[in-house]
């Protein structure tokens, strides 16, 4: 934790340095202007998860873009978050959560713009792994025996699943160290993820050629912090800890901002 201290030392600096940039200001506008930092959020979460650290982020100057993940399938997701970097002239971090992490795995290839990778709390496979082969490959994941099913409709007229957390199991299994307020809130509006999706291949992945980092919240119950640690190890990734739930972005924001700087300040 030293090191992510000293790390969100030097990003209260970049604050005082960039306080009145532009949140919308585009990362090519000018020399040194930072990168565009795209966020990615996973299953039964949206975008709105990642406010406070985005908040962080722009008042360091950093433009910030978190779009919708489909939460569909791994290669279509892949591919629409693909279709948002085409469109980004500058340097980019490319950050994700949970079921993020596959989306950005797979997204980050062929973009030579994308300077680094931040896992806060994902899922890093390798080509052929899933999400719900790598959270039950070491014990601790509560997810399975807290996922309620219910069928949707495809366009060929067959019916697939799309899973979602048991309310009464939300944030004990998801959020534990946010308020239960909050938590009822975040179970209501959960936005699903197709078992297909989470059951899907990830393809060659980008972190075999893309410096990555990851934040580990030891406190996960989604994907247990074993599964995690060998996941970054594997990636060779810069590895902090931090006691938290799986929501780490929402519970840690400064530590999930931290750990994008720290991939800031090393890839400039």
Same mark, same amino acid.
């Given at each position: ?12 600096g970049?604050t005082?340095v960039?306080a ?51 939460l ?28 993020g ?8 290839r ?5 300077? $680094?990778?931040?896992y806060?709390?994902? !899922? +890093?496979? #390798?080509?052929? @792994? &899933?999400?719900?082969? *790598?959270?039950g ?8 025996a ?14 697939g ?5 048991? $309310? ?5 299994? !998801? +959020?534990? #160290?946010l308020? @239960? &307020?909050?938590?009822? *809130?975040?179970?209501a ?17 980008a ?18 912090? +074993?599964?995690?640690?060998f ?20 519970s ?17």
């Open positions: 934790m030293t090191a992510l201290f000293a790390t969100f030392v030097l990003l209260l970049l005082g960039t009145s940039a532009s949140a919308a200001t585009p990362a090519t506008s000018a020399t040194g202007a930072k990168p565009t930092v795209v966020l990615v959020h996973g299953a039964f979460a949206d975008a709105s998860g990642f406010n406070d650290t985005i908040a962080l982020l722009q008042k360091a100057g950093f433009p910030v873009i978190a779009p919708a993940n489909l569909r399938d791994a290669a279509g997701d892949a591919a629409y978050i693909s279709s948002i970097l085409d469109t980004i002239p500058g340097p980019v971090i490319l950050a994700g959560h949970s079921y992490g596959i989306v950005i795995t797979n997204a980050a062929g973009h030579a713009n994308v300077k $680094a990778l931040v806060l709390g994902a !899922f +890093a496979p #390798d080509e052929g @792994e &899933s999400a719900l082969q *790598l959270a490959q070491f014990p601790g994941s509560e997810l399975g807290a996922l309620i099913a219910r069928p949707y409709p495809l366009p060929d007229g067959t019916l699943q799309d899973g979602y957390i048991d $309310a009464a199991k939300f944030r004990a299994v !998801f +959020a534990a #160290d308020p @239960e &307020s909050q938590t009822r *809130l975040m179970a509006t959960q936005r699903p993820g197709s078992v297909g999706g989470l059951a899907g291949p990830s393809g060659v992945p972190w075999k050629t893309i410096p990555s980092w990851y934040l580990i919240p030891t406190q996960d119950k989604v994907i247990p912090p +074993a599964v995690q640690r996941m970054a190890k594997r990636a060779g990734s810069k590895i902090t800890e931090i006691r938290s739930s799986h929501v780490v972005m929402i840690h924001p400064a530590a999930a901002t931290a750990v994008i700087v720290a991939a800031y300040v090393a890839t400039r």
